[in-house]
């Protein structure tokens, strides 16, 4: 598991310089495509990310503020084959330059993503959360939602009922 931001505290530039914020991470960085969604809001929209999220892979993420976005794990061609996470183009031109400019020190991947079935910044949501969810939101005669619960119970009814759901 990754240091917390309280094991960097009182340490000199030096000291802080040659941590690796990478180091012993899964990469779910170069693992995992997200795409931003529309928020839903017809019974239309709701049943089109069910579908999504009804594929292997496939992860539905919703932060506090409403956005929704759609998490597929497909790991990148350039990472090495032998399980180490390593980037085959590190230090190459021909590294994205997405991952050349990206700040590994405040990693949203990391602390969402590496060794953890609950995200910090978001609700990740499989069917079965999805499903749960879902039979909690209320709609019109039109199809129209008009009545969602708040985040902290949608962050409940979407965990998982037993571990095992990690990067």
């Not at 021909?94 to 910090?120: E, L, M, Q, S």
């Not at 990740?124 to 969602?148: C, K, P, Q, W, Y």
């Amino acid at each position: 598991m990754s240091e917390s931001p309280v094991a960097f505290l009182g340490r000199n530039f030096s000291a802080f310089a040659e941590h690796n914020p990478c180091e012993d991470c899964s990469a779910p960085c170069c693992r995992l495509v997200i795409v931003p969604q529309e928020a839903p809001e017809t019974f239309g929209a709701l049943d089109r990310l069910r579908y999504l999220v009804a594929h292997e892979g496939v992860e539905l993420l919703v932060d506090e503020a409403g956005g929704w976005q759609l998490a597929t794990t497909n790991p990148c061609r350039l990472l090495a084959e032998d399980g180490s996470h390593r980037c085959t183009v590190h230090g190459t031109p021909r590294k994205p330059k997405i991952c050349v400019n990206y700040n590994p020190y405040g990693c949203w991947y990391k602390r969402n993503f590496h060794d953890t079935d609950t995200a910090v910044d978001f609700i990740r949501m499989d069917l079965d959360g999805f499903d749960r969810i879902v039979e909690r939101v209320a709609f019109d005669a039109g199809g129209n939602v008009t009545d969602v619960p708040p985040y902290e119970e949608l962050r409940r009814l979407a965990a998982p009922p037993e571990v095992g759901r990690t990067l």
